[in-house]
């Protein structure tokens, strides 16, 4: 979506992040959370850039964690759209689109707090398709030199862009000072390299790989958010966990698991071709699949010598895409996939954050479910 010396090499180094992480606690900002206290398991929402703007659906989804076992809502504060707020930054400031912002996030976090609700900023990071316009220096190349685009016609930027890294880097740590406690990576991956688009060009990629220039941004984020005493999280492809090697967009676990606090594999049934995982209809059997994905990410994990009780925390499918429709039924069995995998912690994607025909799968209080 990694090679294994490497790995275990990076991973002495993340337990080490981990262990000083208390010498680092004078340089974080005030009042900031406890997160192994406060939060040592997640079950969140996902909450999109519009929902996140709306006063009246924030107050509902609020409403829902303070009556189940949700205890956090994972916003997006920059998306394919760009910014979701306003940056003090003015260079930053370029790159935040057209598309609106929460007008008052201080307010929302700090009522956030009041309800014990963890806030996890979600940053869309290479599919950027508004800083590719305001920084064109900033993109994937042809070779001819033109910017490359998609099949959507939408330019993606250069993960190997060192300042692209700075800017990214530097939202979260804006955020986490603004009282978030995770930031979550998403698109942390290359375009698909469809043979039927130009070549990509990678300028200022000096020869190193897709996956090794991914799992080197992610450490720079973490060793950066740990000063601040934030997480840093990445959402993957749900393939990731079983393929053996690289995808072809640069996701490889070996390589990301051992840079990040979290690892957020989207294991959405719908996505898995038909007999993928030995499954004849991977999306009607959701239990199956969030089983097997997750267990192979933890024995991956314990070959690594991860052993961090919430390292892997799946996204599970709240949306129907194709047959069977999903409905309450099929988040429980998510639901139980993960727990039988030994982790507690699930985030729930509804693209349109509408979770009220799935709230009879909810719990009503957060208790333990996992399988040790």
Known sequence: MLDGGRACSHHSEWRGRIEDASSQAASRPAGALDLDKEFPVVRALYVNRFAAQSTKRMRQLVQIADETEINALVIDMKDEFGLNFKTTNSMWAQNAGTAGIVRDLRGLLDTLRAHKILPIARLVVFKDSVTARVHPEWTIRRQDNSVWRDKKGLAWVNPYHRELWNYNIGLGEELARMGFGEIQFDYIRFPEPYPSLPKQVFPGNDGMSKPDVLAAFLKEANARYDKLG???????????????????????????????????????????????????????????????????????????????????????????????????????????????????????????????????????????????
């Open 230 to 372: 934030v997480r840093t999280t990445a959402d993957i492809f749900g393939l990731v966990t079983t393929v053996g090697g690289p995808l072809e967009v640069g996701q490889w676990w070996e390589k990301i698991s051992p840079m990040v606090d979290v690892v957020l594999p989207m294991v959405y049934p719908s996505h898995y071709p038909h007999g993928d995982l030995g499954l004849a209809v991977p999306n009607a059997a959701p239990y199956k699949v969030v089983n097997i994905a997750i267990s192979r990410a933890r024995q991956r994990d314990q070959k690594l010598g991860i052993t961090a009780h919430e390292h892997i925390r799946p996204w599970l499918q709240a949306f129907t895409l194709g047959k069977p429709p999903y409905g309450p039924a099929e988040i429980e069995a998510q639901k139980k996939g993960a727990y039988d995998a030994g982790y507690d912690g699930w985030v729930l994607w509804n693209p349109g954050s509408k979770y009220e025909p799935f709230l009879p799968a909810l719990e009503k209080t957060l208790e333990p479910r996992k399988k040790t």
